[in-house]
């Protein structure tokens, strides 16, 4: 059996149920810069769910409760081996006071079509829209070559 190093992010759809809007993050401070909703890594020893809790409230300055899970983003490199894992969560159970802006980008409320007709998506999140939104797949797959963030999608 072969080892494979894996890298394990979150990401977090924040929704308004009384506007039926989402927060998104503009996000600078990344190679995969561009609209998107908050997230991040998950540190050693903390769990999925609580790295997610934690990187709301580091991108956003919201508390987040009750969060559900989306599915899993799968980016297997094939030349290098590595795997890259980004667990999705969504809720509309939050409270606090919203951080405009941080080193990661800003912060702001859209509805899906704004977001969708933004032409400004960082790489590939179209397609993460209906695991976030339609709750069809369990699982999204990319064989990627682990430099760009093109590859082509696999809904499971």
């Not at 149920?17 to 909703?37: H, I, P, Q």
């Not at 998950?42 to 409230?57: D, I, N, P, T």
């Not at 797959?141 to 963030?149: I, K, R």
């Amino acid at each position: 059996m072969r080892k494979t190093r894996t890298e394990i992010v979150n990401m977090i759809m924040i929704e308004n149920k009384s506007t039926g809007k989402v927060l998104v993050l503009d996000r600078v401070a990344s190679s995969w810069a561009g609209l998107t909703f908050p997230g991040g890594h998950v540190e050693w020893g903390e769990s999925f769910l609580a790295s997610a809790v934690r990187e709301a409230k580091e991108e956003t300055g919201l508390d987040v409760k009750k969060l559900v899970p989306c599915g899993v983003v799968h980016w297997a490199n094939k030349r290098g081996g590595e795997t890259y894992l980004e667990f999705l969560y969504k809720t509309n159970d939050f409270y606090g006071v919203i951080t405009e802006k941080t080193v990661e980008g800003s912060v702001k409320w859209m509805t899906r079509a704004e977001l969708e007709s933004s032409g400004r998506l960082s790489p590939n999140f179209e397609h993460y829209l209906p695991m976030f939104f339609d709750g069809k797949y369990s699982e999204l797959f990319f064989e990627w070559d682990g430099e760009s963030w093109t590859a082509e999608p696999h809904y499971l």
